[in-house]
DNA sequence: GCTGATACCTAGATTATCTACACAAGGTTG
DNA sequence: CAACCTTGTGTAGATAATCTAGGTATCAGC
């Protein structure tokens, strides 16, 4: 399974403001939705993933409230916002000029 | 050009090593290289390259020996080794299921 | 009452890459 | 011949993202 690691530095963020276009989404279910989402290859630890969400929202690209989870519990739900959805366009592109750009030595006869 | 960030975080060695299944090469090379058939989006700075390059020696991976370049200077020459063709092979798996992994987020409806 | 899942958080270590140097040889141009 | 650019190697220190490893709390199930 993801042994030599769990992600790419520096597409956390890229990932978590793509979950969020679906749905407004507590912390741990991004985690778990990009866990999912990736077939398990992607592992999003505690640890990365709370101190993303801090950075994110103090960048103003997601923000948060507080509201009940499917389970009944307190959670904090994250939305994106205006800046975020054109922060996460410009992540997005940026993913796919590098990750072509690799594929293009990578594959290389 | 790359304003964001020149490289992806932890495909430098991958870069590295594939280049070098080409012909032996040098340092400066390796970088002019990469630049080149990336279409200018990957940048490998100098103070990335020759740490890079010392690591995967330290590893085992490549091994050098100096000599005349083509402009007639001397140069250190860089050769891939047994170990470094099957971690070579091993990074790039490791890449395909971690960026065919993000894709799947990224492109998700 | 214990365990496991959910849900949040942080401190410190690790590690890759970048910035910004320094050095040297060779060629080119004024 | 001086200034400068290109080639070529190298290092020190900063930056920043992620991981490790802890901590807290609630709730469900046994």
Redesign the interface.
């Known amino acids: 399974m993801g042994k030599?690691?769990d992600?790419?530095?520096?597409?956390l963020d890229?990932?978590i403001l793509?979950?969020l276009t679906?749905d407004p989404m507590h912390g741990w279910a991004i985690a778990k939705r990009?866990q999912q989402?990736?077939?398990e290859?992607?592992q999003v630890q505690q640890g990365s993933l709370y101190p993303a969400l801090h950075r994110l929202e103090q960048q103003g690209w997601i923000k948060a409230r507080w509201a009940e989870s499917e389970t009944g519990r307190q959670a904090k739900f994250y939305v994106l916002t205006a800046a975020g959805r054109k922060q996460l366009e410009?992540e997005?592109a940026?993913?796919s000029?590098?990750?072509?750009?690799?594929?293009?030595?990578?594959s290389?006869a």
Chains 1, 2 share one sequence.
């Open positions: 030599p690691s992600l790419v530095q520096g597409t890229l990932l793509k979950t679906l990009i989402v990736s077939g290859v992607l410009a997005a940026n993913w000029r590098l990750s072509a750009a690799i594929n293009l030595i990578v290389e």
